[in-house]
């Protein structure tokens, strides 16, 4: 009987020639094995989300902007690359401090965590951040930005992208450093920067304080979801590229139910979609769930391995080659500007609904 392999590419080892760039490397990976194919796979579907004209959201967990990945976000920002974000509160957090100048170190991740405490050092695994000079420092910058831009921030329920959008403006003019920040490049952008929770993260605790100032502050769970199902609905076509799982993930996933089984529209989720994680399938969470999965519930139109791929691999490693190949191998695009297109996109789908 003939193989049922005779139509597969043969694997030919191949020499790593000196100066190879990183898009040339990707590809030579993806004619190896294991999760360097899916590496590739994971590129060059990033590649056609580009340059189809996808709009594009870029879910961020975990603490890879804290750890100094916020350049790459905005190398994909400026290039009109990613078109929607969703972080954790945490990271827009701590991605301020790049903005002001605010001590963030380097460190070995295997320290006496008493005596750091002692100290008054505080750390994320190998990243190393003082409880005084920079979390208390960013607190009282966050409550300095609701005091003075509480006329324009305190009138209305806002969406956490409002909130975010007004913080990168207000941060771009009172920042020492504001090409180190992801959230400013966003909001001059008009990049929406929406945060999966509203509630856990140090920006929201410094609210209460904030509150019970006399400034208080309103945000909207409901405007959050039903803005970024806006997005979703009246974009032609949906990508999402999720660095970890967790809220992130979930939030921007959730779009396609939202519109289909809460708001009764017909809408079939999202077109494709890269993961790249750690989470294993078997222990049941949302980091975990796979795409095949998720297309039970209505977020994504089809279980299809061309247009879903999930990168087991942590991402501080995989992100940056697929930053890399886009850069190399994509144009630029013109950013769409979703913030100021909110209203109409808002208007469409409440019509539809």
Not at 19 to 40: Q, S
Not at 63 to 74: E, K, Q, S, T
Not at 171 to 196: C, K, M, Q, Y
Not at 255 to 278: H, M, W, Y
Request: charged share 20%.
């Amino acid at each position: 009987m003939k193989s049922l392999f005779n139509k597969a590419p043969d694997i030919v080892p191949e020499r790593l020639p000196k100066g190879i760039g990183v898009a040339e490397l990707v590809d030579m990976m993806g004619r190896t094995c294991f999760e360097a194919r899916n590496v590739r796979r994971a590129a060059r579907l990033y590649s056609r989300m580009v340059d189809e004209g996808d709009t594009v959201w870029l879910g961020i967990a975990g603490a890879g902007i804290a750890g100094g990945m916020g350049g790459m976000v905005m190398s994909l920002l400026e290039a009109g690359m990613v078109d929607v974000i969703c972080s954790t509160g945490a990271q827009v957090y701590h991605d301020l401090h790049f903005a002001f100048g605010l001590p963030v170190k380097a460190i070995h991740p295997h320290h006496n965590d008493d005596e750091l405490r002692r100290h008054g050092d505080t750390r994320i695994y190998d990243i190393g951040i003082r409880e005084q000079e920079t979390l208390e420092a960013q607190d009282a910058i966050i409550r300095r930005f609701v005091e003075e831009q509480h006329g324009v921030i305190g009138q209305r329920e806002l969406a956490s992208w409002e909130f975010n959008y007004h913080l990168g403006l207000w941060a771009a003019a009172n920042a020492p450093h504001p090409e180190r920040s992801f959230t400013i490049a966003a909001a001059r952008l008009g990049v929406p920067l929406f945060w999966d929770s509203l509630s856990n993260h140090s920006i929201a605790m410094n609210l209460v304080r904030t509150d019970r100032m006399g400034l208080p502050v309103r945000l909207s769970a409901q405007k959050d979801i039903l803005h970024s199902s806006a997005i979703a609905y009246t974009s032609d076509q949906t990508g999402f590229l999720e660095l970890g799982g967790g809220g992130p993930k979930n939030f921007i996933q959730q779009t396609g139910p939202t519109i289909s089984q809460i708001l009764g529209v017909d809408f079939e989720g999202a077109d494709r979609g890269i993961q790249i994680g750690t989470a294993v399938e078997r222990e049941g969470s949302l980091s975990s769930c796979t795409f095949g999965e998720a297309v039970t519930w209505g977020k994504y139109q089809h279980a299809d391995e061309a247009n879903l791929v999930q990168v087991w691999g942590e991402y501080s490693i995989i992100f940056p080659l697929l930053v890399a190949y886009v850069m190399d191998r994509c144009a630029p695009r013109q950013p769409k500007g979703i913030c100021c297109q909110m209203a109409e996109r808002v208007k469409r789908l409440e019509d539809a609904a």
